[in-house]
């Protein structure tokens, strides 16, 4: 994998994006969530080189989450879109959560070529009215959409963290300080164990007085995957308190 965010020479991606496209199904994916995510694990499965998504299991897992949440979360901002395998089911989760309310999905991706198949990927499923796609460093995107007032103070009902490990903190802490989560907002950062992120777990378990004074208090549930190579990751969730 290079550092740009895709297998280095962005074909694994473009695989997708082919194969997708190219499918004898391809009438039945188009506005169908569902069998769009389908299609993508089909090609997951059968690629021998990795597609780097959520995956099933922790897909179940954030929905079962954002489910349960107390009151339904409208606004996902989503750190990290890769080919959209995660903002596809997530954002169809959440249009389906909250029948008859207007939700936005925002999701930000520095690689420009994920972000334009995500794009593709978002327009083939019908929900261009839910998902937003942002091209460029994910801090560099909400600071302008804040400064654009396009989010505004306490209008951050979820976050997935799910881009470069080394960016949790700092776009994490940037969010506090603009002040976009509320009470009851909901962190979940993914691949806690692999490739490990031990310096954002140490963060959101600190305590109020060792933080800044926009820095919130979190409650932590942690919850283990075994993954296909038999080692086992931890999702963080992590409401404001
Ligand atoms: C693990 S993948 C995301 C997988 C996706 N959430 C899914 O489950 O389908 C990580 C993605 O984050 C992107 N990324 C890394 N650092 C970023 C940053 N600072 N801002 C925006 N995107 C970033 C990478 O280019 C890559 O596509």
């Known amino acids: 994998m290079s550092g740009r965010g895709q297998s280095n020479d962005g ?3 473009l695989g997708v994006l082919k194969y997708v496209h190219e499918h004898p199904s391809i009438s039945t994916v188009r506005g169908n969530p569902s069998a769009l995510v389908r299609t993508i694990e089909e090609y997951a499965s ?6 780097m998504t959520v995956g099933p299991a922790k897909r179940d897992y954030i929905v079962s989450v954002l489910a349960r949440a107390p ?3 409208k606004v996902f901002l989503e750190f990290g879109a890769y080919v959209g395998y995660s903002a596809v089911s997530l954002g169809a989760a959440l249009r389906e959560l909250n029948q008859g309310y207007e939700v936005k ?3 930000f991706e520095v690689n420009p070529m994920n972000a334009a198949i995500t794009s593709s990927f978002v327009e083939l ?3 261009k009215n839910v998902i937003d796609v942002h091209v460029g460093p994910a801090a560099e995107s909400v600071r302008r959409l804040f400064e654009e007032g396009n989010l505004t103070k306490q209008s951050v009902d979820f976050m997935l963290l799910d881009h470069w490990k080394n960016f949790y903190v700092a776009d994490l802490q940037m969010c506090e300080e603009l002040g976009l989560l509320r009470k009851g907002s909901i962190v979940l950062a993914d691949n806690i164990l692999i490739p490990g992120a031990p310096e954002y777990l140490a963060y959101i378990k600190q305590g109020r007085a060792e933080k800044s004074r926009e820095g919130h208090r979190y409650e932590i549930h942690m919850e283990n995957f075994l993954m ?3 080692h086992t990751d931890q999702v963080a969730v992590a409401t404001v308190v």
Do not use: M, W
Request: hydrophobic share 25%; charged share 15%.
């Open 125 to 127: 499923a019908g929900l």
């Open 228 to 230: 296909s190579h038999g």
């Open 105 to 107: 999905y925002l999701t």
């Open 71 to 73: 009151p339904g979360p």
């Open 46 to 51: 059968t690629s021998r080189r990795h597609l």
């Open 11 to 13: 074909s694994v991606e």
